[in-house]
């Protein structure tokens, strides 16, 4: 009789940062329902994934919820797979760290359940080959990955459900196939079309295995009649034709001692994963030539990498920057092992993957995933400073990779990190409450883009601090905010020296050779010095500009501050002016133009923190930046407006003659509410 084999799972995890009204959403709609209807179906073994976060809220808040996992668990009716503890992307990790947090998972699994895993979860399917001998050497038996990449090893239709072994380092693991077609018929269909399906790919073969293994965290459709869930009636369809649909475990499958081949397969993901990692031209084009090559999938197009979008998004790369830089310092701790360990787990917790990449469900977009991603970065880095032996320094280091140095200024209560590029501000943590206030974002054209979304502006430099802009005296705050303002200079972008002569730990001299367009046409030669000084909770810049041609340089200099805050709410933020003798006044967060203002105080109500910026009197713009992001496969489901920062952008109206300067001074200061 011809038979399908089944194995039939869901993974399961949370971002770093979900609120427990986000977890308990998740736990009421999706988690809790599935388990209860495999539980009283104990003929019918299942495969299950969760994140070590997400176990642990389990544990607290549910714990009725482990107790009947760990029954199932006993009666061998589930099997748990294994992975990194906080769910990253291991192969953006360093090794040290996927070793680790793959323990340490296991070690929590055995702990609670009495039994150590022996397969693994890869995260969205981002493999590259290297992983093989990592997870072998984890003690890992098995893994999963999306048919995707079977079939851009140049697999075909039935040896699209084989498993197969993989090898690295003379290391072998066994690999199996998430089917892409089981997964879209589980989210769109009835599951009696399921059924159909199985029985069409049935055969006497026995090495065949069709994985239905989805994420758990979505929320199981439901039919309007009959009124039984979906999962229901599905379980009830495999019960009446189990005598030829054969649901089963993994570990079952690993033990036949049957040959398998070989394969060995692309630094890759799942197909959705790749399309987003390119940009909207790149995903233009790749849909035309593989619409024109195929009607299906093409394995032959692999698409993006998922490494890409640390090149798409700069904000991406700077979270990895600082996760890679914060892995160096916490491996530097000696003589401390409870010091270290704290740190390490703080670090594992940055790891996680969900703030570093966009997809479906935002990633990236989302602020409050990047700020707990920095909050245990800055966390980690806090536990590596020794008491009585750190004191504030600036480093030179080559900190996002770009093959320049920056300078990092680490003190007692701010880390302020600049760039040669601009000479700005890139990172900005005030460490007695962990917050980078430039966890900033940029925004950029996405492919789903609605010409409404357009109407909000796209930004041609990154959204940091002291960002230095020449613009015409005519030039509009909407014209600013809408990115299509005139751009007279050309200091976002230039390369900044740093000061021959005496290296000071408490400040950094940079200039940096430019022009400006005068005139409206012919280009002024002008030299622009910027000198940090930091103390404490307190950064001084003093801009120094000089005219170098033999014109007047007139116009506006403006240097523009992004800073992050959690929302633009009046609940998370309150915004101040001061000019003149007056006293401070508040405003609303949109209210973008002020008259004679040299102070601008913006209270953090979320981590009780006052920042204050005072500049020489002037007009200045304060306005919220936000992005627009969709959500759904290609940005089909939703459209969201995200608050990202708060810009402020002093206006120094500019009459230089030639041969002559002017400076200006800004500060800002840092302080508890």
């Not at 599935?34 to 969760?50: E, K």
């Not at 090898?167 to 059924?195: M, N, S």
């Not at 080559?398 to 302020?416: H, V």
């Not at 003093?542 to 805050?565: H, K, M, Q, W």
């Amino acid at each position: 009789m011809k038979k399908a084999r089944l194995i039939l799972g869901s993974t399961n995890s949370l971002p770093v940062g979900a609120s427990d009204d986000e977890i308990e959403h998740v736990y009421q709609t999706s988690l809790k329902p599935y388990l209860r209807v495999l539980y009283h179906a104990p003929q019918i073994p299942v495969t299950l994934h969760y994140s070590g976060q997400l176990l642990q809220w389990l544990e607290k808040h549910h714990s009725e919820y482990t107790d009947v996992l760990s029954e199932m668990i006993t009666r061998k009716q589930c099997e748990i797979l294994g992975g990194g503890f906080y769910d990253p992307v291991l192969s953006l990790i360093p090794r040290l760290d996927r070793l680790g947090q793959i323990e340490s998972l296991t070690t929590y699994l055995r702990k609670r359940f009495g039994r150590r895993p022996r397969g693994t979860w890869i995260t969205e399917h981002v493999w590259e080959p290297s992983l093989a001998s990592t997870l072998r050497s984890s003690g890992m038996e098995y893994v999963f990955l999306d048919d995707y990449h079977f079939l851009t090893a140049g697999m075909r239709d039935e040896d699209l459900c084989r498993p197969c072994l993989t090898e690295d380092q003379g290391k072998t693991i066994v690999v199996f196939p998430v089917c892409h077609d089981l997964k879209l018929l589980a989210r769109t269909e009835p599951p009696e079309r399921i059924v159909d399906y199985l029985r069409d790919q049935s055969d006497d073969d026995g090495s065949r295995v069709h994985v239905l293994i989805d994420d758990g965290g979505r929320r199981l459709p439901e039919r309007p009649s009959p009124p039984s869930p979906w999962l229901e009636q599905f379980v009830e369809l495999l019960k009446e034709n189990r005598e030829w649909i054969e649901v089963g475990l993994p570990s079952q499958y690993v033990k036949e001692s049957r040959p398998r081949r070989r394969a060995y397969f692309h630094s890759a993901g799942s197909e959705e994963l790749l399309y987003w990692s390119m940009t909207p031209d790149q995903q233009d084009s790749y849909s035309s030539v593989r619409d024109n090559a195929s009607n299906g999938r093409n394995g032959y197009m692999i698409g993006g990498h998922f490494r890409q979008f640390l090149t798409r998004y700069a904000e991406s790369n700077q979270m990895y920057a600082k996760m890679q830089y914060t892995h160096v310092l916490v491996n530097q701790i000696r003589g401390d092992k409870y010091r270290k360990q704290a740190a390490r787990e703080e670090l594992w917790r940055g790891q996680c993957h969900n703030a570093y990449w966009h997809g479906q469900h935002g990633g990236i977009y989302q602020g409050h995933l990047r700020k707990q991603v920095y909050r245990a970065l800055i966390e980690a880095e806090k536990k590596t400073r020794e008491r009585g032996i750190f004191s504030p320094s600036i480093v030179a280091v080559d900190f996002d990779m770009d093959g320049l140095d920056e300078y990092l200024y680490q003190g007692t209560d701010l880390n302020a990190y600049v760039h040669q590029v601009g000479g700005m501000l890139f990172e900005l943590d005030y460490l007695p409450t962990s917050w980078n206030y430039l966890d900033t974002f940029s925004r950029q054209r996405e492919s789903y883009h609605s010409t409404d979304d357009q109407a909000l502006g796209y930004d041609r430099y990154p959204r940091r601090g002291f960002v230095d802009h020449f613009l015409s005296s005519d030039t509009t705050v909407e014209q600013f905010i809408a990115g299509t303002a005139s751009e007279l200079g050309n200091f976002t972008d230039a390369l900044y020296a740093r000061s021959v002569g005496k290296r000071d730990t408490q400040r950094l001299d940079l200039s940096a050779a430019g022009s400006v367009r005068a005139n409206g046409k012919a280009r002024l030669p002008v030299e622009l010095d910027k000198r940090y000084e930091f103390k404490r909770g307190i950064i001084d810049l003093e801009y120094t500009i000089r005219c170098t041609g033999d014109s007047r340089l007139e116009g506006l200099f403006a240097p523009e501050i992004n800073l992050a805050f959690e929302s633009a709410d009046p609940d998370s933020q309150r915004i101040f002016v001061r000019g003149g003798r007056r006293r401070l006044q508040e405003v609303a967060p949109d209210d973008n133009r002020h008259e004679t203002v040299s102070e601008i105080r913006i209270e953090d109500l979320a981590n009780h923190t006052a920042i204050t910026v005072t500049f020489p009197e002037c007009d200045p713009w304060c306005f919220p930046v936000r992005t627009v992001r969709r959500t759904g496969e290609n940005g089909t489901e939703g459209r969201i407006v995200e608050y990202q920062s708060t810009c402020i952008v002093p206006r120094f109206a500019l009459s230089v003659d030639p041969g002559a300067r002017v400076q200006a001074a800004i500060r800002i200061r840092f302080e508890k509410l």
